[in-house]
Nanobody, 115 residues
């Protein structure tokens, strides 16, 4: 059974930092491209950052220079380090694993940026 389990969300003040983690099981993690998406109320789910099986990364323009995606294949875990958080970063953040026709999602973790 495939599971992607996110953790690390919460409430943080503007300018603060959070690190999200996504632990994967049931897949050959090192072969998968992994990504973080987010969805705010009334908006479509959008890509935040992605990392390929070889370690290449790409970021959505609004988070470039503030967020960093990384992976630890030994721990089957992908991370999203979020710095200089803004109120507009408030959303449910989802972990995604993708390989060819296989596409898996986590349950999401809430990130709220507010003073």
């Amino acid at each position: 059974q495939v599971q992607l389990v996110e953790s690390g969300g919460g409430l943080v003040q503007p300018g603060g930092s959070l690190r999200l983690s996504c632990a994967a099981s049931g897949i050959r993690f090192s072969m998968y491209a992994m990504g973080w998406y987010r969805q705010s109320p009334g908006k479509q789910r959008e890509l935040v950052a992605a990392i390929g099986s070889g370690g290449s990364t790409n970021y959505a323009e609004p988070v470039k220079g503030r967020f960093t995606i990384s992976r630890d294949n030994a721990k089957n875990t992908v991370y999203l380090q979020m710095n200089s958080l803004k109120p507009e970063d408030t959303a449910v953040y989802y972990c995604n694993g993708h390989l060819v026709t296989y596409n898996y999602w986590g349950q999401g973790t809430q990130v709220t940026v507010s003073s």
